[in-house]
């Protein structure tokens, strides 16, 4: 059973920083793209970041030169440092991750239970 477990969300003043971390956990596996999506009340999802397993990366326009995604292929871990904090930022933010657990033929979506961060004005 691979579980997605996300920390570091919380309550922060606008210009301030956060970082969240996301590791996964459970039976040995693989892991392809990991990555980063927000919904605020009443928005759809929305993807942040992604990075792929050679760690090539891209963001959304909203977060570009702001948010920084980063990953730890032996922790099965990835990160989203977040700098300069608006308050549009306030959102649920999801960890996402392509994994294959071992015996499997296939990789599939993971999703985290998701992490609160809030931007105060």
């Known amino acids: 059973q691979v579980q997605l477990v996300e920390s570091g969300g919380g309550l922060v003043q606008a210009g301030g920083s956060l970082r969240l971390s996301c590791a996964a956990s459970?039976?040995?596996?693989?892991?392809?793209?990991m990555r980063w999506y927000r919904q605020a009340p009443g928005n759809q999802r929305e993807l942040v970041a992604a990075i792929s397993s050679g760690r090539s990366t891209n963001y959304a326009d909203s977060v570009k030169g702001r948010f920084t995604i980063t990953r730890d292929n032996a922790k099965y871990s990835v990160y989203l440092q977040m700098n300069s904090l608006k308050p549009e930022d306030t959102a649920v933010y999801f960890c996402n991750a392509e994994i294959r657990p071992v015996g499997s033929g296939r990789f599939s979506n993971y999703w985290g239970q998701g992490t609160q961060v809030t931007v105060s004005s």
């Open positions: 459970g039976t040995t596996f693989s892991i392809n793209a």
